[in-house]
């Protein structure tokens, strides 16, 4: 038809963007972010570290770090006029619908909403970052019924967003879980939400359009909505004994089986292995043990089953087991991994900004040509 | 550095999707929706019927017609709650941030918001069609300080526009004008924002995140924030004898020339052709024949200047003169084209979700890796 080539559906395998963000290497298994494995970040780092890594390519000074985080504390709390907006909504929308209207609507509380150069861009993006928690636990808190809990600037991302949400300071292992879990989540290469900000960012658009744009990807079920169907799937199991029918029939079924596989990993994700123990250590320290097990055999039946195929557990799966045991509700998996995520989407906001040209790919016209208008009288 | 070519940078001249509504030859300046010439529709069709082509990939019948346009208006009022939403928004907002944040609301007022069969994603696409407008046009009422005018039923889709935003129906020329300029916006290829919709309703999100991330790409200067930039160029000029200076000292400091020139036609845009005539009845109409006269000079100039190297006029250029001469304020145009664009997304996502495949490419890592997580001590 065309003397144009078709790139694969879904541009796979496609570069679309250079990066010095993520590294992965799906066949060994490799996550690095900015070439630390991330394993070691897990180990060692803070979220707002990690960000910082991310935002500069390069691990931060003390000094440089306490500005940074000072700068993420001071947006804690929402703008005047806000807080209305979100004790307005009605109680039954999903919070990824309210996270995406709400950020969006940050656009119009800041006076100079698309300025895009690097400062100004990194500026907004910490907006978004430290507005989005309280986003979701003040509306977390409003439809169920309770009195809004405020930020408090002395803790850490992590510690102020479960205070936030519980009303009460966490434990220090549920924030430090809750800390990995955002560094873990942070960025993935070009993502489908990530390559949704570089593409929006690229018409030189704003911060708020192109994050909010990222947000509405990351809720589909072949994204980021994938852990909630982790948890559906444990759920749907009675006790650890039925785990293997379970998930046996799936095979045979040739279901769907959420949190297996990843169009890059053919091995297991380096994520998940960190998730593991996180999720083994909270499970006993919540008393949900049952909820592990479960997980756990699940893993091996597939690695038994499918493991030569190169189907392995990916982010989701134990991250499930992970937000369940820190007490999130089910539709909150994913606006966690979108507070996480903005720091990556942002990062490469920054890279694209840096060296822009429009996305503007081809269609292909598939349909007849030099049709006639027919009038309505002929149809 | 990898065994994987990379894509030209934005992904010029790569064919990420198929499609059976515009088909563009940039070459020879033709545009065709579902096959039938631009200017076959904007002489016989209305915006309706054109959407409805656009959706169906047929003219429609006088009772399919009927029942699709009884179905639109319908939806022009908003949902219950939602008006309080608009009238307490802060009146400094722009246009677009409001649109998309707006557009983004609808979802918690949708009983079902993800559903994505065929016919619920067309039913949601026609509530944000319907609604778009009276979102606009009560924005632009509460900014001014005036009352709400809500919306008629009786009306077609552009005059009932023009009637919420001036409190008084639209004379025939006016409504006719408007009706042809949302004609030729509708459709037109894997441009930014139509992009963006597929890419995100890719990960099988909902209708509201991919038209809401669509807004936000559409509102980059270098995409459909265009309109506004040849209008501000326009107001520059102070008279017509100053036209052709102004543009030859824009030509020789190299600054880029609002409304000139496309990634896809080397010829003058088609519907630059309709708007032009369009634009200049409408400046004799209202009194704008200055206007008109300027925006003349400036394609002559040009075209004697850089017609050669194939940098004509583009959809933006007369729609600007269009807009002011129908009263349209200049935050309003690039709205405008988000009410006329809507047509074209949801077609696109409609053909996107009917075969669908991830968008997931890859980024080229070009950074260090192996590094070590240094201690804060140490750095």
């Known amino acids: 038809m065309s003397a144009v080539a078709s790139a694969p559906k879904g541009l796979e395998g496609v570069v679309a963007a250079?990066?010095?963000?993520?590294?992965?290497?799906?066949?060994?298994?490799?996550?690095?972010?900015v070439?630390?494995?991330?394993?070691?970040?897990?180990?060692?780092?803070?979220?707002?570290?990690?960000?910082?890594?991310?935002w500069n390519k390069r691990l931060p000074k003390q000094n440089e770090l306490d500005e940074f985080t000072q700068n993420l504390r001071k947006r804690y709390e929402l703008p005047k006029g806000m807080e209305q907006r979100v004790t307005s909504l009605p109680k039954t929308a999903e919070p990824m619908h309210v996270l995406r209207t709400l950020v969006s609507s940050l656009a119009m509380y800041d006076s100079d909403p698309n300025a895009n150069d690097v400062d100004a861009a990194q500026?907004?993006?910490?907006?978004?970052?430290?507005?989005?928690?309280?986003?979701?636990?003040?509306?977390?808190?409003h439809r169920r019924g309770l009195d809004l809990v405020h930020p408090d600037t002395s803790l850490s991302f992590a510690e102020n967003f479960l205070y936030m949400l519980?009303?009460?300071?966490?434990?220090?292992?549920?924030?430090?879980?809750?800390?990995?879990?955002?560094?873990?989540?942070a960025d993935h290469g070009l993502n489908n939400s990530t390559f949704t900000t570089r593409v929006i960012i690229s018409t030189l658009s704003d911060v708020y359009s192109a994050i909010t744009g990222a947000i509405?990807?990351?809720?589909?079920?072949?994204h980021g909505g994938a852990n909630e169907g982790v948890m559906k799937m444990l759920n749907e199991i009675?006790?650890?004994?039925?785990?293997?029918?379970y998930i046996m029939g799936k095979i045979q079924r040739k279901d769907k089986i959420?949190?297996?596989?990843?169009?890059?990993?053919?091995?297991k994700d380096p994520r998940a292995t960190d998730l593991q123990s996180l999720a083994k250590k909270l499970a006993e320290d919540t008393g949900n043990q049952e909820l592990y097990a479960k997980s756990h055999i699940i893993e091996q039946v597939m690695e038994r089953e499918l493991g030569a195929k190169g189907i392995y557990p990916n982010v989701d799966f134990y991250s499930a087991t992970t937000y369940h045991c820190i007490g999130l509700k089910l539709d909150l998996f994913t606006p966690m991994f979108a507070l996480s995520r903005i720091g990556g989407w942002a990062g490469h906001m920054l890279e694209q900004l840096a060296d822009n040209r429009l996305y503007r790919p081809k269609a292909q016209y598939v349909g007849a040509h030099d049709q006639p208008y027919v009038a309505m009288s002929d149809r």
């Open 238 to 245: 009675p006790t650890v004994d039925d785990a293997e029918a």
């Open 35 to 54: 070439g630390i494995p991330i394993g070691e970040l897990s180990s060692n780092s803070t979220f707002e570290e990690t960000v910082f890594l991310l």
């Open 18 to 33: 250079e990066t010095e963000m993520s590294f992965i290497d799906g066949q060994k298994g490799i996550l690095e972010y």
């Open 258 to 267: 959420m949190g297996f596989g990843h169009r890059v990993y053919k091995t």
């Open 123 to 141: 500026d907004k993006a910490l907006n978004i970052l430290g507005h989005a928690p309280t986003i979701v636990a003040y509306f977390d808190r």
């Open 166 to 185: 519980n009303g009460e300071k966490p434990t220090e292992t549920m924030a430090r879980a809750f800390d990995i879990c955002m560094i873990l989540h």
């Open 216 to 222: 509405g990807s990351l809720r589909g079920p072949l």
